[in-house]
């Protein structure tokens, strides 16, 4: 299994831009999926995560309402559009899955499974 996220990039403060993750292998539908971010000097935080379904979200309160977390498991991807991005949004951004079919969670140690990472910067 491997996940490869990408669409990260330059982006002036205020604008919007969708990172993708995409997996190889089986079994994408029923795994709950986490982003989560490492911003420079900084631990690795939670982001979002998505059931396997895609019916049940959650955010970290730093970015509720400003990012929307979704899927499609017909292309075994998930998403992370992001809106009125701000500086400290700077990051680099991880797809992460949790296989362990329990109910999804917010914290690093339930995702077996991560992405390289995408480069997000935000100019101000």
């Known amino acids: 299994v491997q996940l490869q996220a990408s669409g990260g990039g330059l982006v002036q403060a205020g604008g919007s831009l969708r990172l993708s993750c995409a997996a190889s292998?089986?079994?994408?539908?029923?795994?709950?999926m986490g982003w989560f971010r490492r911003a420079p000097g900084k631990e690795r935080e939670f982001v979002a995560v998505?059931?396997?379904?895609?019916?049940?979200?959650y955010y970290a309160s730093s970015v509720r309402g400003r990012f929307a977390i979704s899927r499609d498991n017909a292309k075994n991807t998930v998403y992370l559009q992001m809106a009125s991005v701000k500086p400290e949004d700077t990051a680099v951004y991880y797809c992460?899955?949790?296989?362990?079919?329990?109910?999804?969670?917010?914290?690093?140690?339930?995702?077996?499974?991560w992405g390289q990472g995408t480069q997000l910067t935000v100019s101000s």
């Open positions: 992460a899955a949790d296989r362990s079919a329990s109910t999804m969670a917010a914290v690093e140690y339930r995702h077996d499974t």
């Open positions: 292998g089986r079994g994408f539908s029923g795994w709950n």
């Open positions: 998505i059931r396997w379904n895609g019916d049940s979200t």
